[in-house]
């Protein structure tokens, strides 16, 4: 005995369907463009710390261009101390190993190794010298 099960047909609007996949793709664009933008401005009360965690942020979803604008805040408004401007100059470095810019990279770096060879290296976290040897080591020779 042979078994079959009727299904009722539903009339399918192909048109329909097309509109909604493109709208799917417009939606999905706009989500993947919003999250690699870059700001124009940061916060002005920011501090170290909220800019730091903003670059992070950015970081963490592979938008290096977002990373290296709060960084570069952090120079900007906070690079009078060394000890800042540091580790800021090597989040910058690492993005540029990341992004296989070994010129910049090698530059960047190499003005934090020299700055641990300074007078000024007592007053740095010796963690980003660690670092910087690291990066140094994958540039091309």
């Known amino acids: 005995m042979k078994h079959t ?3 009722p047909m539903k009339h399918i609007n192909f048109k329909q369907m097309k509109i909604k996949q493109i709208a799917s793709l417009i939606l ?3 989500f993947l463009f919003s999250c690699t933008s870059v700001p124009k401005t940061a916060p002005t ?7 730091t965690l903003l670059a992070q942020n950015s970081l963490d979803v592979s938008n290096y261009k977002a990373a290296e604008f709060y960084y570069q805040t952090i120079l900007n408004r906070y690079g009078s101390d ?3 401007a540091v ?14 810019k070994w010129n910049d990279a090698k530059e960047r770096l190499e003005t934090i190794l020299d700055y641990y060879e300074s007078d000024a290296a007592e007053y740095l976290a010796p ?5 910087a040897e690291i990066d140094y080591a994958k ?3």
């Open 87 to 100: 580790a800021a100059e090597y989040e910058i470095a690492h993005i540029r190993i990341k992004q296989k």
């Open 139 to 141: 540039i091309p020779k």
């Open 127 to 131: 963690h980003y010298r660690v670092l």
């Open 28 to 30: 999905l664009c706009l």
């Open 5 to 7: 099960i009727d299904l």
């Open 82 to 84: 060394l000890s800042v």
């Open 45 to 51: 009360d920011a501090s170290v710390e909220d800019l």
